[in-house]
């Protein structure tokens, strides 16, 4: 149980176009997904929170014009990349929280953004 | 400000052996503690886990300690297998309300047969 799937696994994107990246609980409900961001051979950076039906809360230093987040059920939350440019490219990885379990995060398996 | 580390970015352990991978963190409000374990192009998965009222935490293989005193997590692998070759971060929940994570820099652990 509580598996956290995303899609696309990758994408090859040109500057200046948009990407959006899926993350979906497929069994249970998420009271709370997060997304971070990963460059090679570094940690894991928080990027927001999202939770459902409002509005994602940033962290500081992440554009929320160029990373808009939409979480519009208790299953899914998208992360749509705007206007993206070489230095977004980046693994991006979603997670979930179940409701009546806020401490545990399922994570999903990433997804791999290269913008050319 | 918070921040989690760790001491070692690579280990290298023979198959078999026991391996131990340490972390440092710095916000001593954080009342919970994770191990993730992350292969190549994947997401991370759970290890284990610790509240901040325990200071040992014992699994499958697995065994996490907790210092509170000088702020010091640490994985216990017993007898490693080749499958256990990956980067494992430790991470803090630093912000109760939230249920936000701050993650380690991560140690790199290869299993040599």
């Known amino acids: 149980g509580a598996v956290v799937s995303q899609h696309p696994s990758w994408v090859i994107c040109k500057s200046g176009t948009s990407v959006k990246i899926e993350c979906r609980s497929l069994?249970?409900?998420?009271?709370?997904m997060f997304w971070y961001r990963q460059f090679p051979k570094q940690s894991l950076m928080l990027m927001a929170t999202?939770?459902?039906?409002?509005?994602?809360?940033?962290e500081q230093g992440v554009e929320k014009d160029k990373f808009l987040i939409n979480h519009a059920s208790l299953t899914l939350s998208t992360l749509t990349v705007t206007s993206a440019h070489p230095e977004d490219s980046s693994f991006y990885i979603c997670?979930?929280?179940?409701?009546?379990?806020?401490?545990?995060?399922?994570f999903g398996p990433g997804t791999r953004l290269t913008v050319t | 400000g918070e921040s989690v580390g760790l001491h070692l970015p690579t280990l290298s352990v023979q198959e078999g052996d026991n391996s131990i991978i340490n972390c440092a963190y710095s916000?001593?409000?954080?009342?919970?503690f994770i191990w993730y374990k992350q292969e190549s192009g994947k997401g991370p998965q759970f290890i284990i886990d610790?509240?901040?009222?325990?200071d040992k935490r014992q699994g499958q293989r697995v065994t996490v300690l907790l210092n509170k005193t000088v702020k010091h997590l640490s994985l216990q692998i017993a007898a490693t297998q080749p499958g256990d070759s990956a980067v494992y971060f430790c991470?803090?929940?630093?912000?109760?309300?939230?249920?936000?994570?701050?993650f380690g820099q991560g140690t790199r652990l290869t299993i040599n047969p």
């Open positions: 997670s979930a929280t179940q409701t009546g379990n806020l401490y545990e995060q399922y």
């Open positions: 069994d249970f409900q998420a009271t709370t």
């Open positions: 999202s939770n459902e039906g409002s509005k994602a809360t940033y």
């Open positions: 916000n001593s409000a954080s009342d919970y």
């Open positions: 610790i509240r901040s009222n325990m």
């Open positions: 991470a803090e929940n630093y912000d109760q309300g939230a249920q936000k994570l701050v």
